[in-house]
């Protein structure tokens, strides 16, 4: 090549009259690379030269580099970033997670009983919320515990006195020799054991109640349709001794709910009305409308229940009788009443009748 004079094979095909291009690297210690393009230059029809156009790639490189340098500090920041999340969550959901789990393991022994309890959070996340929701059902199992643990004890304790009546009957009955004496006990404990027999049967419906209702259909009951014929079996059954009576306002009284359990409602109201009337007495039973409620009434001329007690009325085996021995009362029949009532979502309580004696009120959400 002559001094001054460009040579390559872009140079060349230009010179031949022809577009050239040609690629090589660039000088130096970089990779970038040269591209190069030549046209030919004529005059009067001859080739007289070459134009040559060159461009390097090493701006473009230099853009590339600093591409990939911010890639890697955006992804080296992305795993700091990562890693601090990491940690932070650590401390944050997986360490009281934890805590949680441990607290649910160890909230029963070995035989199931309930033995711990879940401590709750300040926190105010949801986390937090999660557990305080475990430790307020903690509680609801305690006192559900506590309460199957009471009924227990109570059904230990009042099953107690007519198993020692039966057997110290037998005992006696062993023991007598006159055929008076011999039947005389046999009717004492068959008596106990009929009364055995109402308290387990009381236990029982009581159990049910509180069991889910799945098994029980639930559909739209009048209540003045199920009242009449209830209402009218009683006065039947205490004619002469008690005057059982219906008073029907204006209705509809239709309620959601079990048929049989609203008879059962019922029939505990009247039995209890009944054996709290002298002999003469009245027993009311009145049905009544408010605007989203029915209510209905039962009420006696009995002694009444003092101030004290109207609450305990309703409790389990608890059973106030002046001036009476408890005898087949098992301290149950209300009981089971306001667990059909609060069972539909009703309420029930027990007021001073004007004139003496006592108003049972229960209050059912309408149909």
Known sequence: VEAGRLDGPEIAAALAGRYGAATRFAPGAGRGLVLSSAVPVRLDGVVAGAVVVSQSTARILGHLYEIRLRTFLVFLASLVAAVALSLYLARTLARPLTALAVEARAIVDGRGRLRGRFRGSDRADELGELAR???????????????????????????????????????????????????????????????????????????????????????????????????????????????????????????????DRFAALLDGLLDNAVSFSPAGGVVEVVLAR??????????????????????????????????????????????????????????????????????????????
């Open 133 to 259: 929701a475990l430790e307020e059902l903690t509680h609801r199992l305690e006192a559900r515990q506590a309460a199957i643990e009471a009924v227990a004890a109570d059904v230990g304790h009042e099953l107690k006195n007519p198993l020692a009546s039966i057997r110290g009957a037998a005992e006696l009955l062993a023991m007598a020799e006159h055929p008076a004496e011999r039947q005389r006990f046999a009717t004492m404990i068959d008596g106990e054991v009929a009364r055995m027999e109402r308290l387990l049967s009381g236990v029982r419906e009581m159990a049910r109640l509180d069991a889910p209702e799945a098994e029980d259909e639930r559909a739209r009951v009048d209540l003045a349709a199920l009242a009449r014929p209830l209402v009218e079996a009683w006065r039947v059954h205490q004619a002469g001794r008690v005057d059982v009576r219906l008073a029907v306002d204006d209705g509809p009284f239709e309620v959601t709910g079990a048929p």
């Open 290 to 367: 408010d605007a989203a409620a029915v209510r209905l009434e039962v009420a006696d001329r009995g002694p009444g229940v003092p101030p004290e007690h109207r609450e305990r009325v309703f409790d389990r085996f608890f059973t106030w009788r002046p001036g009476e021995a408890r005898g087949d009362h098992s301290g149950l029949g209300l009981a089971i009443v306001r667990a059909i009532v609060e069972g539909h979502g009703g309420s029930v309580e027990v007021r001073e009748r004007a004139g003496g004696g006592a108003r049972f009120v229960v209050t059912l959400p309408t149909a």
